[in-house]
């Protein structure tokens, strides 16, 4: 199986890494598109990952011109939501006939509404996800899988990637359609071939909006604040808050069908001391586009859609949304 990598950064460097030193014995063929110090690095010397005091270290191939390693079995997308549009040409320059995207990242995923099922609400507005349906037309729909990224990481300098303490390292697999296929079952395999948990699913919205929640009530206030999750623990003000986010965030996803556990009340596990920074906060720093629409403007749509309030979504949306556009992050209004 030929897999690519598209976009190894943190969470692209932890599989490149991991695909990287142990799919080879069974039969994987791994590859990895990066750019500027990620790439010098990593094709100087290669990628390590540590997980804990556990050192990961692969080569790779790696470019930053797809197009010269030819079409593909699998294409593990997992650059933000913000820059994917413009990268739809490139990655489409890897497919072959039966080429499968597998799109790993946060928020809601511009496919959403492919194949949904009717549930007699009306559809949210998800253009700001696939503006001019870009990634449809050049990628097609039909090639697409989900991916409910539940691993947190951050890559310490160039080629080097560390995972969270205390993070499941946990990849779920998902058809739109909720199918069992043959695709996801042999993708799956690679990913537990290589080590990499890769539990299938039969409805990957519900752990797409699962891990949406969690990035809602903390990564807006991480990236308002500069701060690092663990401050949630440490400001009743702002814990407030963020349970208030995941109660409006619930309220939504139920009203579309979609049922979650989760009591607001007790999901948070959080010590005191937890350092790890969300990754809208990382591409605040970085000078990077945060995933904005992905994470906060697409909930957003799914409330008005569903006539569901959503007061404390809305402000800190907009305080968001105001930061990006004041740092050239996110477009003008």
């Not at 270290?57 to 413009?86: C, F, M, N, W, Y």
């Not at 040409?89 to 497919?95: H, I, T």
Request: proline share 8%; with cysteine.
């Amino acid at each position: 199986m030929r897999i690519v990598v598209f976009g190894a950064g943190a969470v692209g460097g932890h599989l490149a890494a991991r695909l990287g030193a142990n799919g080879p014995a069974a039969g994987i063929e791994v590859a990895a598109v990066a750019r500027g110090g990620q790439l010098a690095a990593m094709a100087a010397n290669g990628v390590t990952l540590w997980i804990g005091e556990q050192r990961i270290h692969a080569r790779v191939r790696v470019t930053d011109r797809p197009q010269e390693l030819g079409p593909q079995d699998v294409v593990i997308v997992t650059l933000k939501s913000s820059v994917l549009p413009a990268a739809a040409a490139p990655l489409a320059s890897l497919a072959g006939p039966d080429t499968v995207f597998v799109f790993a990242m946060n928020g809601i995923p511009w496919w959403y509404l492919y194949r949904l099922a009717d549930n007699g609400v009306p559809r949210p507005d998800l253009s700001r996800l696939d503006p001019g349906g870009v990634l449809a037309r050049t990628l097609g729909l039909e090639r697409v899988i989900g991916c409910m990224i539940n691993s947190a990481n951050e890559v310490v300098e160039p080629g080097v990637i560390r995972n969270s303490p205390g993070t499941k390292n946990r990849f779920t697999l998902g058809e739109p359609d909720g199918t069992l296929s043959r695709r996801l079952r042999d993708i799956a395999a690679a990913f537990e071939a290589a080590g990499i948990p890769a539990p299938l699913t039969a409805d990957i919205r519900a752990e797409i909006w699962d891990k949406l929640l969690r990035n809602l009530s903390t990564s807006p206030i991480c990236a308002l604040t500069g701060e690092p999750i663990g401050v949630l623990a440490h400001h009743p003000e702002l814990f407030a808050l963020s349970k208030n986010l995941m109660r409006e965030g619930l309220a939504v996803c139920r009203a579309h069908g979609v049922g979650l556990d989760l009591d607001p009340e007790r999901v948070y596990g959080l010590p005191p001391n937890t350092t790890h920074k969300s990754s809208m906060l990382q591409d605040f720093e970085r000078r990077r586009p945060p995933e904005i629409d992905g994470i906060l403007t697409a909930v957003q749509e799914f409330a008005r859609a569903a006539g569901v309030p959503t007061p404390h979504v809305d402000a800190v949306t907009a305080l968001v949304v105001e930061k990006g556009r004041r740092l050239g992050l996110y477009p003008p209004a």
